[in-house]
């Protein structure tokens, strides 16, 4: 007699959560959007989207913040990816808000334009009058993401009051919303890091060359090492040194460090990770080094 084996592995049940809870936006949103920066997890997303609404095309747009001051591997697989399916990739440019005035950009070593993205993000949502966006975030990233619901309610000023969340009994969602609020809906939300590795793998999705080691000249601050490039400020006590590393997580260069490692295929990374006991942004962020009350007065104020 023919077995069957009609058991769910993780991964599934993941996945399925993930493209319910896609295909729930589409169904009660006007206009939704993804925010794909080309990174793994917003990789993930993508390819949730593909089967959550195949043989027809993604029914949103993609959006990517972008500071200007991006991996160039990572803004060539984004266009390209965006490219090769056909969807309509909007960039809102955190340079033009700073030509138009709308934020000042920051001097000095530690210059960074990541916190400026928020102004940027909010405008952005503001003039497509997007009423949900996608984000990737996981709530093993930090303390402050655990709070959020799957359906994270920000009022007509983008902020977000952990106070004024809504319940989620089960897989119901509410999706009630005033003209000028939105939602920020996070599919990965039950996600690790580990589990996003293990979909890759399974998936056999492409990634950008920067996720896997190679070598690149870098410098170390603050225990991390951050890239060599005209946008990032080094000091004379920064000495350039070159090293075999890697990305655990991508974004602005001025605060994205690198992890030393010799991890050149996904199983490596995978066995990497499993082992490590600390989170990728808590290695790899220099913005996100704070507490957890600083992190909930970023989110507070539209911050993703």
């Not at 993930?18 to 080309?38: K, Q, T, W």
């Not at 949103?60 to 266009?79: A, C, K, W, Y």
């Not at 700073?98 to 405008?123: K, M, P």
Request: proline share 3%; charged share 35%; glycine share 6%.
């Amino acid at each position: 007699m023919l077995q069957r084996d009609y058991t769910t592995s993780q991964l599934d049940v993941l996945e399925a959560e993930a493209i319910h809870i896609m295909r729930e936006v589409a169904a009660e949103f006007e206009r939704p959007c993804l925010l794909f920066s080309g990174g793994k997890d917003s990789i993930v997303m993508l390819r949730i989207a593909e089967k959550a609404f195949w043989p027809a095309a993604i029914p949103f747009p993609l959006m990517h913040v972008d500071t200007g001051h991006n991996f160039d591997e990572v803004i060539e697989f984004r266009d390209r990816r965006a490219a090769e399916l056909g969807a309509r990739l909007i960039v809102a440019s955190v340079q033009d808000s700073i030509d138009q005035g709308r934020v000042v950009e920051e001097t000095g070593r530690r210059a960074s334009r990541n916190r400026l993205q928020t102004t940027t993000l909010l405008d952005a949502i503001e003039e497509h009058e997007f009423d949900a966006v996608f984000g990737g975030a996981r709530r093993d990233e930090e303390k402050a993401r655990a709070k959020e619901r799957v359906f994270s309610f920000r009022d007509d000023f983008g902020q977000w009051d952990p106070k004024n969340q809504r319940p989620e009994l089960w897989n119901l969602y509410n999706s009630r919303i005033r003209k000028g609020e939105h939602i920020r809906v996070f599919p990965l939300s039950n996600w690790t890091e580990l589990d996003v590795w293990d979909y890759i793998r399974r998936e056999g999705i492409e990634i950008p060359s920067i996720y896997f080691a190679h070598t690149r000249k870098v410098f170390e601050r603050d225990g991390m090492l951050l890239p060599d490039s005209d946008v990032v400020q080094r000091g004379d006590d920064e000495p350039l040194i070159e090293a075999v590393v890697r990305y655990r997580t991508v974004g602005d260069m001025t605060c994205t460090g690198a992890v030393q490692s010799t991890a050149a295929t996904v199983e490596e990374i995978i066995e990497e990770i499993a082992a490590t006991r600390i989170t990728e942004r808590g290695a790899t962020r220099a913005d996100d080094r704070s507490s957890e009350a600083a992190m909930e007065d970023r989110k507070r104020e539209g911050y993703f």
